[in-house]
């Protein structure tokens, strides 16, 4: 069949076409589509990202059921098993096959169970695999007890009795009375700790303090018989301490033998019997018999208890709240230090500096220090700093304290500096660019009225750039929080029994070490010994950074934000 369109025709068609495809290209509306495309499929794999790691982290503090069930293999003989299934996955024949199981040739596919078994001081392991097909006769008995511990993660089984103040009590009496009595050893054990990191905690720190004091005098050439009047002044310092030290001593030893008062009778379900102290034991519940109020409850009061307390467990139990004040505190003294040496340094090549090849060349430079990997500042910051000028403030100031540093070693002062000098180019690119987006006019009719250079740039220029300078410090934080490889260098530690923050004189110590949150989860996830334990920890934690990040970023944005709007009078 001919087309009956004449040829002319046909090509004036084609020729239009073309011309309209072109004129819809050059309009620049197919890149302004491409370009949205992408922003939303990275909206969208950020946020799906976030979720999953959400999910996958906020989920472990879910109360889980409990199981028991009988784990038959063939050819084998049938062990009982009381455990939360923490997931579930698809395996091939031939990986089971090659692990030795004795599993059918003709299924193609198998499901695999996780169980957390607990009891990791009977059994050895408290995570294990399972086939959910060898995984029978399953039932969820209301009496099952988790119990997580001080040590050896979670206890599984049942409480048969609870032993309170000599006093035997058994099936629901019992459990009432470990509510109370648990309620009772919690308030206990937290005036121990508050007595042992608060009050022994100063007391230790006042004694060292007098310790090197003594040094000091022994340095200076006083001796005793020299200066009678100073040793005796620190003796009766000492005497004082060690005076309250005993006092307080008497308290802690009364309080650990009113924690160890009670004590549980338990059941594993293949039928042993333990006692436990009720000293050993942080929290209880029943999983099976708690509903939805509860369970959510529940939810709520371990992640508060994570984000609150310390980490146990080689960091595989309990908080995070030491990484979470670290990175924090971190992030503010490096804001400290890196803001007003960004908008000097910006102020000076943008307003002072003359414009030839060696300011050009400058400008070269600083953008390339954007582009050099952080291990690198983080071994300068370990020579320059820990070793060059701390080691001199050491010798200059603390002679006493030698052998034994105190700047000489890393801490949260030189992690701090070290990551101000990582994202100083950050902002005085960010400074400079809003340093010359202010009109020269503006510039010109301070001048005009009698302003000196300075007075213009104090009154009119920095406060117009303000929000330019608050987006490089924005910046600046989002990179900075999330930094590991340096910090390993200079002052970030796996545990830090003492915050660098506390209330003893003078309160900020900034030669101490700290924990950070990217390197527990460095830690966590990569130096655990039970990995199946850290697992869900990796996941919350990173949640947790990518949280304290946004908080940390919403401020400074909030703070220019309000800036922008108190200055967009002067730049009309």
């Known amino acids: 069949m001919t087309d009956p369109t004449p040829r002319s025709s046909r090509d004036a068609l084609v020729a239009r076409d073309t011309a309209s495809v072109r004129a819809y290209v050059k309009s620049g509306q197919p890149y302004v589509w491409l370009t949205g495309s992408a922003v939303a499929a990275s909206i969208i794999i950020t946020v799906a990202l976030l979720v999953l790691i959400m999910v996958r982290g906020m989920g472990h503090f879910w109360p889980a059921d409990l199981v028991r069930a009988e784990y038959q293999p063939p050819g084998r003989s049938a062990e009982v098993v009381l455990a939360e299934i923490r997931s579930e996955e698809e395996v091939t024949v031939a990986r089971l096959l090659n692990a030795g199981l004795p599993v059918n040739a003709d299924q193609a596919l198998y499901d695999r169970l996780l169980l957390k078994v607990g009891n990791r001081d009977l059994l050895g392991v408290d995570f294990r695999y399972v086939l959910s097909d060898w995984l029978v006769d399953r039932s969820y008995p209301r009496d099952a007890v988790v119990f997580e511990r001080t040590e050896w993660g979670n206890f599984h089984g049942f409480l048969d009795a609870m032993v309170v103040d000599g006093q035997t009590l058994t099936g629901d009496a019992a459990w009432a009375a470990y509510r109370g009595a648990q309620k009772r050893a919690n308030d206990l ?17 006042e004694l060292e303090r007098l310790r090197l004091a003594e040094r000091r005098l ?72 708690m509903n939805v109020l509860q ?45 007003p040496f960004g908008i000097l340094a910006a102020l000076y090549l943008r307003e002072y500096a003359k414009q030839g090849t060696l300011t050009r060349i400058i400008r070269i430079a600083v953008n390339n220090l954007a582009g050099v990997p952080s291990i690198v500042y983080g071994m300068f910051g ?99 929080a999330g930094e590991v490889a340096p910090l390993m260098l200079v002052g970030v530690v796996k545990l830090a029994p003492n915050l660098p923050l506390d209330f003893n004189f003078p309160f900020l110590h900034l030669d101490r070490k700290f924990m950070h949150l990217g390197f527990h989860i460095y830690d966590v996830g990569f130096q655990s010994p039970n990995v199946e334990a850290a697992r869900p920890l990796v996941y919350a934690t990173s949640f947790l950074l990518v949280v304290v990040i946004m908080v940390l970023n919403l401020s400074a944005v909030m703070i220019r934000n309000r800036l922008r709007e108190r200055y967009k009078a002067l730049d009309n």
Do not use: C
């Not at 054990?189 to 720190?205: K, P, S, V």
């Not at 740039?457 to 303000?466: H, K």
């Open 295 to 339: 369970k959510t409850g529940f939810w709520f009061a371990k992640l508060w208890e994570f984000v609150s307390t310390q980490p146990r467990e080689a960091n595989t139990e309990g908080g995070i709240f030491p990484a979470i004040f670290g990175t924090v505190l971190m992030v503010l003294l490096m804001s400290v230090f890196v803001t």
């Open 382 to 480: 370990l020579g320059f700093f820990v070793y060059l000028v701390g080691g001199n403030i050491d010798r200059l100031l603390y002679p006493e304290a030698a052998p034994a540093p105190v700047f000489g070693t890393p801490g949260i002062l030189w992690a701090s500096l070290t990551l101000a000098i990582l994202t100083l180019p950050v902002v005085i690119v960010a400074t400079e660019e809003g340093l010359a987006r202010i009109p020269r006019h503006l510039r010109e009719a301070s001048l005009a009225l009698g302003a000196t250079k300075a007075e213009t740039l104090w009154r009119v220029v920095l406060p117009m750039a303000s929000p330019a300078m608050m987006t490089g410090l924005i910046l600046a934080i989002a990179r900075a």
């Open 218 to 289: 022994v340095l200076d050439g006083r001796s005793r018989d020299a200066d009678p009047g100073a040793y005796t002044e620190l003796d009766a310092q000492r005497a004082a301490l060690d005076a309250e030290y005993a006092e307080i001593s008497q308290q802690r030893t009364a309080l650990y033998q009113a924690l160890g008062r009670d004590q549980l009778q338990l059941r594993t379900v293949d039928g042993r019997s333990l006692t436990m102290p009720l000293s050993k034991v942080l929290h209880g519940h029943r999983p099976n018999a």
């Open 189 to 205: 054990r937290d005036q121990i700790h508050g007595i042992e990191r608060g009050r022994i905690g100063r007391i230790n720190y």
